[in-house]
């Protein structure tokens, strides 16, 4: 199966991190996908995972040129509900990088492109597939903390110093579909469908980054009543020992899983406890495995709605009130 990577702007490891675990992939070239893209890095990290692409200057003309089968799609978040659409018509799978689009019309021509090229597509949500998150859901799979009831996860990065991409919200899509995604991510996974979401996000304290956004909370309601809150921000101190401090916390109605620093401990009829770590998985590997199942439609369906709520909570955050999730 082949490879070719769109963009240097996004996590396109995740693919180099693939390529060493199935030999039958083979990453064959790569390309900017946004002006002034550097493909450096990708090249870089190829060849240290011994891959030896060809290089191109224009995406369109390399899947001209190439026989390819899967695009990994991250160029600026704004170009990428593009660049998949075109993919996807050209009847490739598509791994994107998150959000997959940055305003709800560019979402729906995604959609649509989706269901009309019966190719599979599904976004870079690499934290559904780490350790801690298959144990805590192992755990509820298990029954452990009963029905799940209330959830709540946070994301919180180091700010450093941003390039132009993050200057313009129109460009980077702001906080709340970039970080906050993530953890919204854990918790439709783990909570059910949205119902309603309400979001905040401020500019504030941003170190001279333009209109990149540093604060952000949301709220929502899904199914059956299941209350959700996520908080993300930029404000990880610079002496901190990791860039990211990722946390979750899922209450039940027989007890509580917590996760933070990649460990997860359980809370029921018996004392605190920490839990063993089940395997991770690669996220592209997630979605290469699903084609031709009915696990490939849900992985997309999970991708579009998780998009779709953290564009709702923006566009929420902005109106200053409670976005309705219609679908």
Known sequence: ??????????????????????????????AP???????????????????????????????????VDVA???PWFCDAADVSIACLERG???????????????????????RASGRALHGMFNLRCCAWFNTVKKAIDDGLIGEVRQLHGQKSYKLGHRSELYFRRDTYGGIIPWVAIHALDWLLQLGGECE?????????????HGELEVTSALVMRMANGVIGT????????????RHDDDRLRVTGTRGMLEALDGRVFLENEAPRRELPLEPEENCLLVMLDAIGTPRAEKLALDALAVTRAALLAREAGDRRTVMFNRR
């Not at 702007?9 to 083979?26: E, M, T």
Request: proline content about 8%.
């Open 196 to 208: 309603w979401i309400a979001g905040v996000q401020d500019s504030h304290c941003n170190r001279g």
């Open 1 to 30: 199966m082949n490879i070719a990577i769109i963009g240097s702007s996004g996590h396109y490891a995740f693919a180099l991190r693939a390529l060493p675990l199935r030999p039958d992939l083979q990453l064959v070239s790569v």
């Open 230 to 241: 996520v908080d993300a921000d930029f404000l990880r101190p610079d002496g901190a020992p």
């Open 33 to 67: 996908g946004s002006p002034r893209e550097d493909m450096a890095p990708v090249l870089a990290g190829a060849e240290k995972a011994g891959a030896h692409p060809a290089l191109y200057q224009d995406w369109r003309a390399m899947l001209d040129a190439e026989r």
């Open 72 to 74: 990994v799609v991250n």
């Open 92 to 114: 490739l799978h598509v791994f994107s990088e998150k959000p997959l689009a940055t305003t709800p019309e560019k979402l729906e021509a995604l959609e649509a492109a989706w």
